[in-house]
């Protein structure tokens, strides 16, 4: 297990929805969970690579309605307006990276892949040593591209994220892919 220990993520803002409606956020969903899953709210929509396949143009209003009622502790964090392309030009972009990978699965692709393509190169952020979100997020802080965290169903004002190995992703592929078979019988 990697024990290194990064600065945790100081939550300023409360949570508003309407807020999730215009800008660029990181959604990480079930943040409290090894590993978490992350996503993209970009224009008001949710975007994300998945066990299941490629997840775009997910309402914000059925995203933000499931985690509260499912009470998902989840954290939104704002990422600074881009200085030349537009929301709209930003979101298609990010399209096209999530496309680059059919799912997640071992091996292939996590849902920090598209992301890290996205500010690698819309952002001109370097990502090469970059594996997982808790590596992610001190860079961009870094890199001055953080606004603020909101968050729900986390009490802290300052939240460690989950520190976690690729062993331990791969363990939770495999977890929801099971849990899909599963379903399906």
């Known amino acids: 297990m990697n024990t290194l220990i990064h600065n945790p993520l100081r939550i300023t803002q409360s949570f508003d ?7 660029i956020y990181i959604a990480v969903i079930h ?9 993209l709210i970009i224009d008001g929509k949710y975007h994300s690579l998945t066990v299941k396949g490629q997840d775009i143009n997910t309402s914000l209003t059925a995203l933000v309605k499931s985690t509260l009622q499912r009470k998902i502790p989840s954290l939104f964090i704002k990422i600074k307006s881009h200085t030349t392309f537009s929301e709209s030009y930003l979101k298609e972009h990010f399209i096209t990276n999530i496309r680059q990978f059919p799912k ?10 598209p992301i890290k393509l996205f500010f690698a190169e819309v952002y001109d952020v ?5 594996n997982y979100l808790f590596e992610l997020i001190p860079l961009l802080y870094a890199e001055q591209l953080i606004e603020y965290v909101s968050s729900v169903f ?10 976690y190995t690729e062993a331990e992703i791969n363990k939770g592929i495999m977890e929801v892919k099971n849990l899909a078979t599963a379903l399906k019988k």
Request: charge should be negative; glycine fraction near 8%.
């Open 31 to 39: 943040a409290t969970r090894i590993p978490p899953h992350i996503g």
């Open 154 to 163: 986390i009490n802290e004002r300052e939240y460690q994220l989950p520190v």
């Open 17 to 23: 929805e309407d807020k999730l409606l215009k800008g």
């Open 126 to 130: 370097s990502i090469e040593n970059i």
């Open 104 to 113: 997640v699965d071992i091996g292939i692709a996590t849902c920090l892949s």
